[in-house]
């Protein structure tokens, strides 16, 4: 079965810091991955995603990109956090192509201090 | 563009008592809606999507074309059925997600 692991669970960084977060999907290959993220007071917000390798698209300008090194990992990233970055950020995937369910990670708890 | 309303931020009710989380969308083509879950402690999870016409956990939700919403509706709440709930929408053949702002629901005792 598939499943779906992102780390850290919870961070706390300084202001002009970097950020990783890592998500890795196992049990299937080549598919979409997402990444997501909820600031306080406000609803769910596409950051990027990527239907293969080297295929990232971002829907917002930010602060953060993002990389995928290998077919089943998504990292997101940044050079210097800002405290605006502080949220919720979801890891997400699903099959290949259109139409397909949605699964989420446990989600990672970034405070920027 | 897209968009997903759920007006309601915080909704609390009794237990035993009927539900409704309401979500409105904007979408000039024919959309994919889904809800999905987050319990306490719990990854966000699908809940159900207007496509599949199906009940689940006691829960249903018509998609209204003419009223472009798609609210969420129990008749009994139960206490496990606090959480926080999200609409989502998926224009047709797309693969991105575009959520509302969510609804924290609670149960009562």
């Known amino acids: 079965s598939q499943t779906i692991h992102q780390w850290p669970a919870t961070l706390v960084q300084p202001v002009g810091s970097p950020l990783s977060l890592e998500c890795t999907v196992e049990g299937t290959s080549n598919p979409n991955l997402y990444w997501y993220r909820q600031a306080a007071g406000r609803g769910l917000q596409l950051l990027f995603y990527s239907i293969g390798i080297d295929q990232i698209s971002s829907e917002v300008p930010q602060n953060l990109s993002a990389s995928r090194p290998q077919d089943r990992q998504f990292i997101l990233s940044s050079k210097k956090l800002l405290l605006s970055d502080s949220g919720f950020y979801l890891c997400a995937w699903s099959v290949s192509g259109s139409g397909n369910t949605i699964y989420f990670g446990e989600g990672s708890w970034l405070t920027v201090v | 563009a897209q968009r997903v309303t759920q007006p309601e931020k915080l909704l609390s009710v009794f237990k035993g008592a009927p539900v409704e989380l309401k979500c409105n969308y904007s979408?000039?083509?024919?959309?994919?809606l889904f809800w999905y879950v987050q319990y306490s402690r719990q990854r966000l999870q699908l809940l159900l999507r207007?496509?599949s016409r199906e009940s689940i956990k006691g829960f249903t939700a018509d998609l209204n074309k003419g009223e472009t919403s798609f609210h969420l509706k129990k008749p009994f709440a139960q206490e496990e059925d606090s959480a926080m709930y999200y609409c989502a929408l998926r224009e047709t053949s797309g693969s991105r997600l575009t959520f509302g702002e969510g609804t924290q629901l609670t149960v009562n005792p």
């Open positions: 207007h496509i």
């Open positions: 979408y000039s083509g024919s959309p994919e």
